[in-house]
């Protein structure tokens, strides 16, 4: 059995309000009705508390996901996979040439720790931040309860496939799965699966469309097969991808139904690189050293393909493997 140290997270009384705030380092975070301020030595950023929080939400599910989750052009994480940078005006053009960036490094239980706490006082009952808008409550108003059912739910990801004995179920309404109103037209007929005797166990497969339409939340992808490090993980998306990605790897993206619009930007700088329009079949990979944000406007599904081999950010940045995996 591993013991991890304890961490202590450093948050006020509640304020006016009814929300306490949260320092790490030199940075501060707070929140009052409508807002959540980000303060550091050179700085402070105002964000809505309906975006942060649905950024928040990715951040600390994904355990700070694959290199930058930006919460917006200002504020986010890197992941260095046992620590986390928290950032400020680091990846704007702007803050870096007026000197009025700031980053601070964290052991990831502590940063992971503080987040958490954050995100369950200040996410109010009635609001999940994994909802599309149209299907939640409210975020905003003084604090009113609590709602963490809603985010702490189980992640879905399979150590081989979902549907294999043993391993991450299907979904159905019986298991709190019901179909979502956008798919009511997804057929649910599962595959016929003929295994030879002694197989039974070792055979498997699943309608991932039914799978998909089931699923209660938006823009988070869940790891659905494995093979090697090669992860397929599919996801439903309605209304914008609460965060803007920064790749450390190159991830391609299969469109399985309906539209997506992406704003592809330079990792970096911000700089406005490409926009792309994902419709059903399409598909892209997204190169190594750009950040992108998706739009749908109707929910879709989208088929997210990562590659978790843990050198590759390194042959990436040392120059040993090209940002892209083709050259057209
Ligand atoms: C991504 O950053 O590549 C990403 C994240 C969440 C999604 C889809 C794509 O739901
Ligand atoms: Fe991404």
């Given at each position: 059995m591993s013991v991890e140290a304890p961490v202590k997270v450093d948050a006020s009384q509640p304020n006016e309000q009814g929300y306490r705030s949260f320092k790490l380092g030199e940075f501060t975070f707070s929140r009052d009705e409508y807002f959540v301020y980000v303060e550091w030595p050179t700085g402070r950023h105002v964000i809505s508390a309906d975006a942060f929080l649905r950024a928040l939400q990715r951040d600390v599910a994904w355990q700070f996901f694959y290199g930058i989750v930006n919460f917006d052009g200002v504020v986010g994480t890197v992941n260095h996979y046992g620590t986390v940078d928290l950032f400020a005006g680091r990846y704007n053009d702007a803050y870096r040439k007026a000197e009025l960036d700031h980053l601070e490094n964290f052991s990831t239980p502590l940063i992971k720790a503080t987040f958490e706490e954050m995100l369950d006082d200040w996410t109010n009952e009635g609001f999940d931040p994994f909802a599309s808008p149209t299907e939640t409550g409210s975020p905003f108003g003084i604090k009113n309860g609590e709602n963490r059912a809603a985010i702490t739910r189980h992640r879905v990801t399979a150590q081989r496939m979902v549907s294999v004995p043993g391993d991450e179920p299907l979904r159905n309404d019986e298991n709190g799965h019901p179909i979502n109103r956008q798919f009511a037209d997804v057929p649910q007929d599962e595959p016929e699966i003929r295994a030879e005797p002694g197989f039974e166990k070792q055979v498997a497969s699943f309608n991932l469309f039914a799978y998909l339409s089931r699923s209660p939340v938006t823009w988070n992808p869940s790891v659905v097969s494995v093979c090697g490090d090669s992860l397929y993980c599919p996801t439903t998306e309605e209304y914008i991808l609460p965060i803007i990605h920064g790749n450390d790897r190159v991830e391609w993206f299969v469109q399985l139904s309906d539209e997506i619009y992406w704003d592809v930007e330079?990792?970096?700088?911000?700089?406005a690189r490409a926009k792309v329009v994902m419709r059903p079949g399409d598909v892209a990979a997204m190169p190594a050293d750009i950040r992108h944000q998706g739009y749908a406007p109707k929910r879709s599904m989208l088929l997210v393909w990562e590659?978790?081999?843990?050198?590759?950010p390194a042959l990436i940045s040392s120059g040993q493997l090209p940002s892209v995996p083709v050259q057209l």
């Open positions: 330079d990792r970096d700088s911000g700089a590659n978790a081999d843990p050198e590759l």
